[in-house]
Nanobody, 124 residues
Framework: EVQLVESGGGLVQAGGSLRLSCVTS????????IGWFRQAPGKERSGLSC????????YYADSVKGRFTIASDNAKNTVYLQMNNLKPDDTAVYFC?????????????????WGKGTLITVSS
């Protein structure tokens, strides 16, 4: 059974940092790409970043370039999202997901497998 479990969310002040973790199981990690998405209250889901595990390719949405960094630990089947200089507009539920592809289209369309999400609240 494919599982993705996010952790690391919480309450943080504007300007602060958080690191999210996505622990995966049930599939061959090296064969997939892992992405991070978020959905704010009353808004559509948006794709933030993804990485292709086999070759280290990374993609970032313009909204997070320079602030968020995606990284993988292949030994732990885990992908991280380091988020710096957080803003109140970053308040959302953050999801990790898995798919074969990592590109702008898949970040818009969505991936095949999803975690349940973790909430981040950024206070002003």
């Amino acid at each position: 059974e494919v599982q993705l479990v996010e952790s690391g969310g919480g309450l943080v002040q504007a300007g602060g940092s958080l690191r999210l973790s996505c622990v995966t199981s049930g599939f061959k990690f090296d064969d997939y790409s892992i992405g991070w998405f978020r959905q704010a209250p009353g808004k559509e889901r948006s794709g933030l970043s993804c990485t292709t595990i086999s070759n280290g390719y990374t993609y970032y949405a313009d909204s997070v370039k320079g602030r968020f960094t995606i990284a993988s630990d292949n030994a732990k089947n885990t992908v991280y999202l380091q988020m710096n200089n957080l803003k109140p507009d970053d308040t959302a539920v953050y999801f990790c997901a898995a798919d074969v592809f990592c590109n702008a289209a898949i970040m818009n369309y969505g991936m095949d497998y999803w975690g349940k999400g973790t909430l981040i609240t950024v206070s002003s």
